[in-house]
């Protein structure tokens, strides 16, 4: 089971999003407030703490301490659950919230803020997708259960 350390929101497109304690996840739309909340696939993003340590790992000096919950766009910073490695279609419950995986990983921006600040970014690669299937309140230090595997295990 994994938690969620850090829900993140941005009310501009193009910033780095901020922290926030609790938000509300709303089916077929995304997060109340968020600038990239809409009815598509990719409502939600999600990135493991254990994936932004990896570019803690590599960052140049004067980057690492940069690399803070949200700066990757994420809504979710997570710790404990291997995101990247679940199929698409599997469910999650975070809180009161269901989500669904749609996508692993996306196409990167070229000249991303954040790729010219550490040289590189996670996102693209462990970044994971999911569109909410309930709505509902999620706070940090939820905790996130795999209810369904995408139909690796049924």
Avoid: Y
């Avoid at 979710?76 to 269901?98: A, N, Y």
């Avoid at 997708?129 to 309140?137: E, R």
Wanted: net charge neutral; hydrophobic share 35%; aromatic share 4%.
């Amino acid at each position: 089971m994994g938690k969620v350390i850090s829900i993140n929101i941005s009310t501009e497109k193009g910033t780095i999003k901020k922290p926030v304690q609790m938000a509300e996840f709303i089916v077929d739309h995304g997060i109340k407030g968020d600038a990239h909340a809409k009815n598509w696939h990719r409502q939600i993003s999600l990135l493991a703490d254990e994936s932004v340590d990896k570019m803690r790992n590599t960052a140049k000096d004067n980057a690492f301490s940069f690399l803070k919950p949200g700066v990757f766009a994420e809504n979710i910073t997570t710790e404990g659950i291997k995101l990247s490695t679940l199929p698409v279609g599997t469910r999650l419950i975070i809180g009161d919230s269901i989500q669904e995986v749609t996508q692993i990983g996306k196409e990167c921006h070229k000249g991303c803020e954040i790729r010219n600040i550490v040289g590189d970014c996670i996102m693209p690669r462990e970044g994971v997708f999911t569109k909410v299937i309930k709505s509902g309140i999620v706070k940090v230090n939820d905790l996130i259960e795999i209810v369904n595997d995408g139909g690796r295990n049924e």
